[in-house]
T-cell receptor, first 111, second 113 residues
């Protein structure tokens, strides 16, 4: 099955700085890569996603890049704010609707 | 839509007792997933259903775990007997062919003492 690895496990940045979280996957058949944000006491919520036929996608301060050849994808958050502090998960979808999640990155944005 | 609804939000039980977690998926979604989240292992897929039929239960850790989906609007995850190592947050999520993302419920925090 698919194996998704995520780094770093914790990330601390100053407000206004950028944050980058990286993931790798193992199954070249994976075709959809969502990123989820989980706030304390809540379930994960989708913040951005990318399909395998696209290299980059941007939505305001967040962007995701995908390198299919190298099997890695990254989340970029610019101009970080304290409310960006949360746990972020990457995921890869292998067969239709079966998601595999990374281990999570705890992002702390210091005011 | 109210989203994916899970109950209870918190459950504390004694070792050996039966525990039942409940989930109501988003109306119209025909995929339902059960995940377990722990510090050590992150988010693990336990089982998923399509049109109420279990498709893949390879993530279910032991025979003590069972899941059912008697109809399109309800699913249960049962642990019998429960053990302290089952303590975790259990999430239910739903999706459909027309929607790529999985929508998660708020989770059930299970503590087995």
């Amino acid at each position: 099955g698919e194996n998704v690895e995520q780094h770093p496990s914790t990330l601390s940045v100053q407000e206004g700085d950028s944050a980058v979280i990286k993931c790798t996957y193992s199954d070249s058949a994976s075709n959809y890569f969502p990123w989820y944000k989980q706030e304390l006491g809540k379930g994960p919520q989708l913040i951005i996603d990318i399909r395998s036929n696209v290299g980059e996608k941007k939505d305001q301060r967040i962007a995701v890049t995908l390198n299919k050849t190298a099997k890695h994808f990254s989340l970029h958050i610019t101009e970080t704010q304290p409310e960006d502090s949360a746990v972020y998960f990457c995921a890869a979808r292998e067969e239709f609707n079966k998601f595999y999640f990374g281990s999570g990155t705890k992002l702390n944005v210091k005011p | 839509d109210a989203g994916v609804i899970q109950s209870p939000r918190h459950e504390v039980t004694e070792m050996g007792q039966e525990v039942t977690l409940r989930c109501k998926p988003i109306s119209g979604h025909d995929y339902l997933f059960w995940y377990r989240q722990t510090m050590m292992r992150g988010l693990e897929l336990l089982i998923y259903f399509n049109n109420n039929v279990p498709i893949d239960d390879s993530g279910m850790p032991e025979d003590r775990f069972s899941a059912k989906m008697p109809n399109a609007s309800f699913s249960t995850l049962k642990i019998q007997p429960s053990e302290p190592r089952d303590s975790a947050v259990y999430f239910c999520a739903s999706s459909s062919p027309g929607v790529t993302e999985a929508f998660f419920g708020q989770g059930t925090r299970l503590t087995v003492v």
